[in-house]
């Protein structure tokens, strides 16, 4: 269904960014990767499924390593087609606590790096009369948690980013739209399994119930490779008319 299309997907290293790069390729799409750590690795898993495979490392924080990255993307495939704005990065403390350093990063990274990607993938995507931006937001951009100030102010602003990427292209091709995952078993949510074992003196397997139990009905993670179902539905025919949703897969989190 994607074939010929080229998808950037940000801090497709590793969890959510790999389970989504990995459906978009298995439809056919060509990828540009981004994010830290192992890189060979996750990309011989997209380049399994018989796609072009290129990376790029620009920190996310760095408005000017973002600008390098799109233009990288041009060279080497044309345009960008579809734009996943998906690295980011989390940090727990109460707002008293809250490093100033911290809420500057998350920002940035979580925020502010999907505003400069879209700004430099629409222009393509208009003159091409079709595009799809998908922003990973979170059930933190539709409600609240304690100690996560820094990450819901942002996953709203990333709600509301996408909302006006929708209206000021409704009349076009270009579609944008935002997935808000509960809790998803990605290394991000590993660490705060790992801070609840320790503090409460759990096994893994206690704290991921407890973290399940606190706010999530159906007592289950959701899975990238659901939410990379989600962003091809996004990508395909069928979501032509999808404009500025923010589409919660979290066990009924926010139903409650
Ligand atoms: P993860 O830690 O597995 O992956 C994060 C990715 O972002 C990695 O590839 C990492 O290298 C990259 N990254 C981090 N900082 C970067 C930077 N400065 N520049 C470039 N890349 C950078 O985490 P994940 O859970 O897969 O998170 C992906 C997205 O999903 C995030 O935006 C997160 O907020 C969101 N999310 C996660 C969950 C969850 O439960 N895991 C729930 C809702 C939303």
Redesign the pocket.
């Known amino acids: 269904m994607l074939k010929g299309k080229t998808a950037l997907v ?8 790999l389970g989504v790069a990995k459906a978009l390729a298995a439809q056919g799409a060509n990828i540009i990767m ?4 192992d890189v060979a690795g996750p990309k011989a898993e997209i380049t399994a499924l018989g796609v072009k495979v290129t990376y790029h490392g ?4 760095q408005p000017a390593e973002i600008a390098a990255m799109m233009s990288y993307a041009a060279e080497q495939f044309g345009r960008v087609d579809i734009l996943v704005n ?5 940090h727990v403390a109460r707002i008293e606590n809250f490093p100033p350093e911290r809420w500057d990063a998350i920002m940035a ?2 925020l502010s790096s999907a505003f400069h990607a879209t700004r430099l993938a629409l222009p393509a995507m208009q003159a091409a009369g079709w595009g799809r931006i998908i922003n ?5 951009g539709l409600v609240g948690s304690a100690e996560k100030s820094a ?1 819901v102010a942002a ?1 709203h602003g990333v709600v509301g980013l996408t909302k006006v990427t929708a209206l000021e292209n409704a009349t076009t091709g270009v579609t944008c739209n935002a997935i808000c ?4 078993l ?4 590993q660490k705060q399994v790992d801070a609840k074992a320790a503090a409460l003196g759990l096994s893994n397997d206690d704290a991921k119930k407890l973290l399940l139990g606190e706010k999530e009905p159906s007592q289950q993670f959701t899975t990238p490779e659901e939410l990379g179902a989600l962003a091809v539905f996004f990508c395909s025919p069928a979501g032509n008319n999808v404009r500025g949703v923010a589409w919660n897969m979290d066990g009924a989190w926010t139903a409650q």
């Open positions: 940000t801090g497709s290293t590793s969890g959510i960014g981004n994010g830290f750590g620009a920190d996310m924080s998906n690295a980011g990065i989390q990274i979580n990973v937001a979170s059930v933190h990450y996953k995952p509960g809790w998803v990605t290394p991000l949510v």
